[in-house]
């Protein structure tokens, strides 16, 4: 069982539900009734239960693609680079209005880089939805459009994010014992 490796539950079940629920209200006030073509930009792997869920209650039109990028050098901390793994390969992107969905914000480096990175590809317009940020952590000046709690600096889990590839599966958001990880970081 996974849940012994969980410290404390950081965000519960519902409290996500709320979460995303007002996110997605936030969503729908600034595209309803606009000519805009949204695109809710999954990044991989992390956001991908978050994306779901934010799409299953946002109701203007949405159409989604993915991304998969890399910036985590040891596991627990950021290496300062962004890879792109899977990139965005439309021939519409010019009249794409993308809303970028990221599980959790550190350093900010990864969300400016894609930003200007979608523009630079020709994108009509592009903004940022994170479920979890850590401005104590934020390296570049980047600040999201959307965002759904402010967390302190903590390694957390569970709802899509992970550790090592484990605890995705989790319904809540969890502040991993630090001996799990620890040993990785040295």
Do not use: H, W
Not at 20 to 25: E, F, H, I, P, Q
Not at 48 to 74: A, H, Q, T, W
Not at 93 to 108: A, Q, R
Not at 137 to 163: N, Q
């Amino acid at each position: 069982m996974t849940n012994r490796d969980i410290q404390k539950i950081l965000i519960s079940e519902d409290e996500l539900d709320t979460v995303v629920t007002r996110l997605a209200a936030e969503i729908d006030r600034d595209y309803s009734g606009s000519d805009k073509r949204l695109v809710l930009l999954c990044i991989l792997k992390g956001s991908i239960v978050f994306m779901g869920d934010l799409m299953k209650k946002i109701n203007v039109p949405v159409e989604i693609d993915c991304m998969r990028v890399s910036s985590y050098g040891n596991g627990t901390s950021s290496g300062g680079s962004v890879n792109i793994i899977l990139d965005v390969m439309r021939s519409d992107i010019n009249t794409c209005d993308f809303l970028i969905v990221e599980d959790i914000i550190d350093s900010g480096r990864t969300l400016a880089y894609l930003t200007g990175y979608l523009m630079n590809k020709g994108a009509r317009s592009v903004k940022t939805c994170t479920l979890l940020d850590k401005p104590s952590r934020r390296a570049v000046d980047f600040t999201p459009d959307y965002i759904g709690i402010e967390i302190p600096d903590e390694f957390v889990v569970g709802y899509g994010l992970d550790y090592a590839e484990r605890y995705r599966e989790l319904p809540f958001v969890g502040i991993l014992k630090p001996e799990v990880y620890k040993d990785s970081d040295e």
